[in-house]
């Protein structure tokens, strides 16, 4: 079964930057989506970028400040994280879709980590 792993979270001062990562747990035949998403407390999951075979897309909250990339070789997906602010402050979750070895299709999320931006 295709797990996530995630690492990176942690409290930062506003201004500073994380990076997380997310790791797929298994050999995979391919990935068509890789997203990160976010869930700050008493608020919806949003969706903070994607990247696909089409190109990557941002929150318009996180434009040029976050970027996601992607380890093909690694089956990674990276958020670098700059110019951080108190409203980034929320647990962050990975999402990847694509086929496993056997071709069967596989949706699968992280554990989450948590981003903690003092104000």
């Known amino acids: 079964q295709v797990q996530l792993v995630e690492s990176g979270g942690g409290s930062v001062q506003p201004g500073g930057s994380l990076r997380l990562s997310c790791t797929v747990s298994?050999?995979?035949?391919?990935?068509?989506?890789m997203e990160w998403y976010r869930q700050a407390p008493g608020k919806q999951r949003e969706l903070v970028a994607r990247?696909?075979?089409?190109?990557?897309t941002y929150a318009e909250s996180v434009k040029g400040r976050f970027t996601i990339s992607r380890a093909n070789v690694k089956n990674m997906v990276d958020l670098q994280m700059n110019s951080l602010k108190p409203e980034d402050t929320a647990v962050y979750y990975c999402?990847?879709?694509?086929?496993?070895?056997?071709?069967?299709?596989?949706?699968?999320w992280g554990q989450g980590t948590q981003v903690t931006v003092p104000s």
């Open positions: 298994e050999n995979i035949r391919n990935i068509y989506v």
């Open positions: 990247i696909s075979s089409g190109g990557s």
């Open positions: 999402h990847i879709g694509g086929t496993n070895i056997d071709y069967a299709t596989f949706d699968v």
